[in-house]
């Protein structure tokens, strides 16, 4: 209910905006005994840091998070974690004129309808800034992960920016660390990047689209008929910043199947477990994870914040037009992979603890 | 937390399963005064109704709502409503196969591995039949929009069956009611007909996309960062049987926009509310409706239950093929247009209460 | 969030007017592999039914639960179960007055005040004719309980009729059977019978106390800090319809004790478990069971519709007074004891499970 | 759903431990304009802070409050409060001995029963300093209800400590700011000073009633039925540590009155509104405010933290005793005052707003 607040179990309410003293995450209902440290939670929010290359915004954040409550000893004791990161640059003479003016694509108007008031500095609330605390609260989730459920692993990358696309002929994991698109194909990269920063010196940006995996989740993950562990993931990407649409395995290409290409057949593996043939399915059926990889894509608009000018109103009505200075990222797209991961990380978590608690050891078992 | 339950102020609780003796919709939430009655509920229970034509499942069910509680004398109390369908054409004899064998890309696995008991007759709680109790809930939050915000008016229709795409060129919404695809274009109508009775004859399905709009929805609904309204309405659509994408305007084609494009441009309308140049955000910017057409679109994946042999197993793990005979949609993405629908007025009610519950009329006012 | 729900993981959503065509509840959450039949739930609804004895409403209802989904072949599959008891003695027109008089202690008014339309008919929803639905849901919960913590068992009983209390000293739980009052004091229930009896001759009625011990729960069980088996309790009992006042352990009484004799001191059981030399804390210390008897005390206060005449105003503000004719209970205290057991039954459960979700087996061992 | 959360619309999560390094309130749902500022919250605090006299525990901390968001030029945005407070004070090693032994009557051995891990430091979650955070959120809910019902009024006070009860001839509302105990009755606090004295010379400490009354309320607040308002008072007052006991009205006591007896008859005021002829009913009738005013009392029981000797048990099971230095409330009631005043500012607020959101202004009218 609480609007500030996403996940059943794990759940996970974020606070702060981007030019106020701090932002965090408190998380609610982790389990006792997870091994946690705020260097291991750091090590997330440093990917998502800005600042680390000419691609993303050149504010300067520590992103440093303490941990203020819920370990002991170097682990959690079941009772709310506040992970809190302070805002150190937040250099608010940058954004005097938005107080005045709506951006076009913004929700500077949407947040002054609703309201009645906005901190405008930064974008307040809505800035991307709020996602920092999301990675903090992933990597709590995944340091859980790690010890109920170790053989899962969480992985996204980019597959889109622009008009340009991966070639999947050339997908190569490993290739996502070694560029700062987080991209799975080194020819794509290279090409990116003299495509982004052509936009970039323009004042331009662009629109993305990120594709997160999981592997090793067991089969039986997610419930009928809203609480669907594609229903959470579809709302906990959408509910990043900048997001419009978000796919599970196929997505929006399901509809172009038939019903025969579109079956995922289904065979006995070597080690008892049923294995598929095809995973159109992205590894939900029914709202619940059948062990294959759970894939998510989601699309990222492009930085409304640009230096093109653009036609828009102030808030007494009057015509004019902005030229959003400051520093903002080309395409936002970039810092939504780490983003994406920790929705995923906390979405599976808590649907871990779901199951756990109405179903316990009582799944079925094949064969 | 309630996992068969969505809404945070109008909560729609469905339950019921295919071939049980009835299933239902239990609402908690919705404001007293609301003239309803049975009649106003089945209009829209009849759309979804199968059996209507050849293109959609030959169960015969005349799904007749009661209204067992929460209204008196014509109008809502403000206290639970309960809409009851009795199932009344269940013929559980055609699905005697589907208790031992897996359908390929159906739920009859995952709820098994999950649950370790399943209602196999008919998918059980997995059937789309479920999605009937949304359409009463959908038709009772009609009824209470009608008279919280009158001017709002929601509209669903197919925009994709396979790969047949509409011509938005000759976009014509008074056509949706003259076909039997709730097509907004007459020359599509008349092709996709013969298309799908093609597939249909061959015991194949199709998916299909569908898209709904709301007009006339007031700005300032919804809520920063995991309550946004398009994240609730990404939830709700997802939530649907077979549902693999939804987009929120452009969606996924957002990715490909640069910023000086993808900004909808804002002036002073005549009447004094802001209008846009484009509306590429679909009505939501930062979760928060803009007050123009709020856009969603979903794509349903083809129905698994096909006339088509396919791989599978068994329960005990046998290797086995498969066809579902039965009486089944070539293409469920149609009689997925009513439940759209309702679940868009199921989410903007919510938000209308909401909004009336944190903010009251303390929003801003522009000019 | 549901207002007319309660519980985290085991939910139950009651629905219905006293004199609607029916009244019910929406259990979700419950565990799959429960054994469970309509006679099993019945069994429960008989100890609340009314006009068993001459001191309950001579109100003839069969209050005949139907089981209409989440059970397949005698078990619960995990999903929505829908538990409905059709109304069959309305006799709406012995409540013909008080459709324009507020019955003084009483929600007439209060309803009224609140959503403008009141369905008067028996007090509507405001009857104490909901309770059948959470006794119904209690049958469900005792079942899940069976399975999953067989070892738990639950009983009510009244300790206090008006001024008479029973005598601790006499107390013997095989007495509770024995007579009308689930009294666990044999001389008690000759004395209060003739005292109900006079009082009920004269048109008048009194309150009662009930107590509700839960024994062999393990330790462990609730959570901090709003989440505490006590506050769950506390808000599951207080929301008994005439209930004024929960107690838990010594409760109200804990007042006048110093620490040193409200103490319960701990000593190491022959069993390997801790056991305590007193149980002030009611079998909760901080929110979480310790693993003694949980004890609830609760008290109900007299029907407000009685014989007796009272001042009031109509809805028209116009002074007048009533007499409320029709079919009471003398002392509804004494229904409110299976009702009592289960809330109990249904918090303990939820509980389980919530403790099951969040820690599974990671409790501390002692010794 | 998340248990260190309470309320619907106007939801509060605290965070954090006794010794940890600060502790907080994560406010979210609060009304966009309420003016409110630091100040104003430690006007609150103040008031519960430990060592103001020799009857609280001579712990100093400054209880300071920071807010870190959801607040921009002295008015609420409606995006979540962070209220944070650091601890100061935490000397943790006067808390050794408490690592390895159970202290009777506290939460020490059920947290390690529970979690299997315990931050023993000074009770760690479960120390009373977390109604800290409580406090702080209350301060911010008192400013909403200034601006939102500003003719609210909410005190609270004690009435009973050990077996000593004020004398309600002598009730004197302006005596509760004049001495130590919140007492309405000065001759009360004049014995009670010497009664306490006693006792925590003796290292032993003692229960405690408070009575909080809020004036001003409009009737209609609330519903059924279990989101009445006083069930969720009854959940907010016995979630408060080492509460045992909660009363609305008469409370326990209506279990002794007739229906005839019990009755608050109704008039018409002056003003056009109902009055009563008394107020056993502590102005909630099914669930939802009368207009009259609302009285809630619950009993405390004595710190577990006592000189005494009292026999325990080790983590290792081993038998032993256990004296609890440090230091600690004689009367731990004294503090709850303005901990159960927060309480019931939260939930009037949240009420206020869901009545609000469901209802708006389609109450009835009397007259």
Redesign the interface.
């Given at each position: 209910?609480?609007?500030?607040?996403?996940g059943?179990?794990f759940?996970v309410?974020?606070?702060?905006?981007s030019h106020?003293?701090?932002?965090?995450a408190?998380v609610?209902?982790c389990?006792?005994?997870v091994a946690v440290d705020a260097a291991m939670i750091q090590h997330w929010l440093d990917r998502r840091k800005p600042g680390t290359s000419k691609f993303t915004t050149q504010r300067r954040e520590a992103d440093e998070v303490?941990i203020?409550?819920?370990v002991?000893?170097g682990?959690?004791?079941?009772?709310?974690?506040?992970l809190?990161i302070r805002n150190t640059d937040q250099r608010s003479k940058d954004y005097g004129e938005i107080a005045e003016k709506?951006?076009?694509?913004?929700?500077d108007?949407?947040?002054?309808?609703?309201?009645?008031?906005?901190?405008y500095r930064g974008g307040?609330?809505?800035s991307a800034r709020?996602t920092a605390a999301r990675v903090a609260a992933g990597g709590l989730a995944r340091a859980a992960l790690e010890l109920?459920a170790p053989e899962v692993s969480i992985t996204g990358y980019m597959v889109?920016?622009?008009?340009h696309r991966i070639d999947r002929e050339r997908f190569d994991l490993s290739e996502v660390e070694r560029n700062p698109f987080w991209v799975p194909d080194a020819g794509a990269a290279g090409e990116w990047a003299d495509y982004l920063d052509g936009?970039r010196k323009s004042g331009?940006?662009?629109?993305?689209?990120i594709e997160v995996v999981a592997s090793g989740l067991p089969?039986?993950?997610?419930?009928?008929?809203?609480?669907?562990l594609?229903?959470?993931?579809?709302?906990a990407?959408?509910?990043i910043?900048a997001v419009?649409?978000?796919?599970?395995?196929?997505?929006?290409?399901?509809?172009?199947?038939?019903?025969?290409?579109?079956?995922?057949?289904?065979?006995?593996g070597n080690d008892?477990q049923?294995v598929y043939?095809s995973n159109?399915?992205?590894g939900?059926?029914?709202?619940?994870?059948?062990?294959q990889d759970v894939v998510v894509?989601f699309?990222?608009?492009?930085?409304?914040?640009?230096l093109?000018s653009?036609?828009?109103?102030t808030?007494?009505?009057?015509?004019t037009e902005i030229i959003t200075k400051g520093r903002h990222d080309p395409c936002v797209?970039i810092r939504a992979v780490p983003v994406g991961e920790a929705m995923m990380a906390c979405v599976l978590l808590d649907h871990l603890?779901?199951?756990?608690?109405?179903?316990?050891d009582?799944?079925?078992?094949?064969?």
């Open positions: 209910m609480s609007l500030n607040t996403f059943h179990l759940r309410t974020t606070w702060g905006e106020g003293p701090a932002l965090g408190t609610d209902g389990p006792p005994g303490e203020l409550s819920g002991f000893e682990k959690t004791t079941g009772t709310p974690v506040q809190m709506f951006r076009p694509g913004h929700a108007i949407t947040y002054w309808q609703k309201y009645g008031i906005r901190d307040g609330r809505s709020e109920l889109q920016m622009g008009g936009l331009n940006s662009v629109g993305a689209v089969a039986g993950l997610g419930a009928p008929v809203y609480g669907k594609d229903t959470d993931l579809a709302a990407m959408m509910s910043n419009k649409g978000v796919e599970i395995g196929d997505g929006m290409a399901a509809a172009e199947l038939t019903g025969e290409a579109n079956a995922d057949e289904i065979f006995m008892g049923p043939s159109h399915a992205g939900i059926l029914g709202g619940i994870s059948t062990g894509r699309a990222v608009k492009p930085t409304s914040s640009i093109k653009r036609q828009t109103i808030k007494s009505g009057k015509a797209g603890l779901l199951h756990r608690g109405q179903i316990g009582a799944g079925g078992v094949i064969g």
